[in-house]
């Protein structure tokens, strides 16, 4: 891997009404003709998306969406695509025509981007359509706005420098691991190759996990599951050891009692979101009875094998396990539910591939609906009855 993923980007999300100049904005900001542009209103459709380094912030993702005022059959579902682009957003650019400064959508969307913790800034566009005398009516209007044109460029440096001042105080990403354990400490790392393994790769969370151990001075082994005994016996010491989730039973009853074992999964549920309620929601599945309905939600979307977690070996476990007649359902990608309430647990994957941003979002439906969460490694640790001994660490 060479870029950094998008789920550890810092995104930033364009919105406004339609022909306020977003897509034009996005390709001045971004030097590129990533969006198509057009006077004719409605011209962007679906998220366009484009990933680029911010000097000095870092890595982000610019994503330009579609009028939040579009109407009509198709217009209602492209402002529905564009207000669930908020459940990941960061960062928000409100643009404003500066012909058209009465901004009927504004209020609205302020309501959304204070549900969704969306710091913003306003953006009046356009200013090279008007007078002199009309930009200073504008100016009285949106004194707290920042004045440009995507068009010549005007001003374009100095709404870069209000963003990137506003950005300096975004908080990182917590660490993975590197408070966990100390510096110059081994760590395990077990990686399953079967029918899932990429070929010629490792998944992302291992690439991840790999990249926060260099960061924080840890000493990583890589081993498959049939080569981890033999790891362990020749390192002297081993202060955690990490594994696939769905190895967890054997890997257990290889790993010695004295050496502390947890999941990929967990630590990204921890690093993403909520552990504590995800630790909690684990109790549930205990209460659960026939006729229950679970969702099984992953972040990604990839070819289904007999060997998938998410859609074979987890509904299976838990119905065997559990020895009920459950209903569940499994949902990928970007689609989550906002309203859970028909739901009587859910259970979600680490979120490698989601911003901390959007799984906490999720979380927060889950919690707004009353329903239950946890995770896939609290599951699958739970369901092999080695709860207590997975979390511990934590």
Same mark, same amino acid.
């Given at each position: 891997m060479r870029t950094t993923p998008n789920a550890n980007r810092i995104t930033i999300g364009i919105f406004g009404k339609r022909n306020a100049g977003k897509s034009q904005l996005m390709n001045?900001?971004? /030097?590129?003709?990533?969006?198509? &542009?057009?006077? %004719?209103?409605?011209?962007? $459709?679906?998220?366009?998306?484009? /990933?680029?380094?911010?000097?000095? &912030?870092?890595? %982000?993702?610019?994503?330009? $969406?579609?009028?939040?005022?579009?109407?009509?059959?198709?217009?209602?579902l492209r402002v529905e695509k564009t207000q669930k682009m908020m459940h990941t957003t960061d960062f928000g650019l409100y643009v404003i025509d500066a012909a058209n400064p009465e901004d009927s959508e504004l209020e609205k969307t302020k309501v959304l981007?204070?549900?969704?913790?969306?710091?913003?800034?306003?953006?009046?566009?356009?200013?090279?359509?008007?007078?002199a005398e009309q930009l200073e009516t504008v100016k009285s209007i949106h004194p707290d706005a920042v004045f440009v044109s995507a068009k010549t460029g005007e001003n374009i440096f100095g709404l870069k420098d209000v963003m990137i001042e506003k950005l300096r105080t975004k908080v990182e990403d917590p660490t993975l691991i590197g408070d966990l354990v100390d510096y110059g400490a081994n760590v395990v790392m077990v990686v399953p190759v079967d029918s899932e393994a990429p070929k010629g790769r490792l998944i992302l969370p291992q690439v991840q996990m790999i990249r926060d151990c260099l960061d924080n001075g840890i000493k990583c082994h890589v081993v498959r599951d049939i080569e981890l005994a033999e790891v362990l016996n020749d390192l002297e010491k081993v202060d955690l050891v990490i594994t696939d989730s769905q190895a967890?039973?054997?890997?257990?009853?290889?790993?010695?009692?004295?050496?502390p074992l947890t999941s990929f999964s967990i630590l990204f549920?921890?690093?993403?979101?909520?552990?504590?309620?995800?630790?909690?929601?684990?109790?549930?599945?205990?209460?659960?009875?026939?006729?229950?309905?679970v969702l099984i939600s992953e972040a990604c979307t990839h070819n289904v094998?007999?060997?998938?977690?998410?859609?074979?070996?987890?509904?299976?476990?838990?119905?065997?396990?559990?020895n009920k007649d459950l209903n569940i359902e499994v949902i990928g990608g970007k689609d989550?539910?906002?309203?859970?309430?028909?739901?009587d647990m859910v259970i979600h994957c680490g979120g490698c591939m989601l911003n901390r941003k959007g799984m906490q979002t999720r979380l927060m439906f889950c919690e707004e609906s009353g329903?239950?969460?946890?995770?896939?490694?609290?599951?699958?640790?739970?369901?092999?009855?080695?709860?207590?001994?997975?979390?511990?660490?934590f």
């Open positions: 001045t900001i971004t /030097a590129q003709n990533i969006s198509v &542009v057009s006077s %004719v209103e409605g011209t962007t $459709t679906d998220p366009v998306k484009k /990933a680029m380094e911010f000097i000095p &912030v870092g890595p %982000v993702l610019f994503i330009d $969406t579609a009028g939040i005022d579009d109407f009509g059959e198709l217009g209602s981007f204070k549900r969704f913790n969306i710091s913003f800034i306003k953006v009046v566009n356009k200013i090279d359509t008007v007078s967890f039973k054997e890997v257990s009853r290889i790993v010695p009692k004295t050496i549920a921890r690093q993403k979101g909520d552990l504590n309620l995800l630790l909690d929601g684990v109790a549930t599945l205990n209460r659960l009875a026939d006729g229950s309905r094998s007999c060997e998938d977690i998410g859609r074979v070996k987890l509904p299976r476990l838990l119905k065997k396990r559990l989550f539910p906002v309203d859970l309430k028909d739901y329903v239950p969460v946890t995770n896939y490694g609290t599951a699958l640790a739970w369901l092999n009855g080695i709860f207590d001994r997975a979390t511990a660490i």
